[in-house]
């Protein structure tokens, strides 16, 4: 089993910045994917940025030029750096790990971008 653990969210204004973290415990194989999910009211979960072992990284359009993912493979710990925040961006984060057909979610961070 694995678990996942996220920090960060919270309420910031727009044009400011918020840092996720997510860290992972448990079994888990040594090549495998970390990322980021977001899910807006009345919207589906989507994709925001990933990152695997290797460190090749995957955005969605939106992050594009404004979220930054990282990650620590001896903690097995992935961040989200998220600046120039807009209001779009209000969503709960989910983190996600996977590797072949395993996957695993996180329970979700809350993340309110307002004035």
């Known amino acids: 089993q694995v678990q996942l653990v996220e920090s960060g969210g919270g309420l910031v204004q727009p044009g400011g910045s918020l840092r996720l973290s997510c860290a992972a415990s448990?079994?888990?194989?040594?090549?495998?994917?970390m990322g980021w999910y977001r899910q807006a009211p009345g919207k589906q979960r989507e994709l925001v940025a990933s990152?695997?072992?290797?460190?090749?990284?995957n955005y969605a359009d939106s992050a594009k030029g404004r979220f930054t993912v990282s990650r620590d493979n001896t903690n097995n710990t992935v961040y989200l750096q998220m600046n120039s925040l807009k209001p779009e961006d209000t969503a709960i984060y989910y983190c996600?790990?996977?590797?072949?057909?395993?996957?695993?979610w996180g329970q979700g961070t809350q993340v309110d971008v307002s004035s």
């Open positions: 996600n790990i996977k590797w072949g057909f395993v996957n695993y």
């Open positions: 990152i695997a072992t290797n460190g090749n990284t």
């Open positions: 448990g079994s888990i194989f040594r090549l495998n994917v």
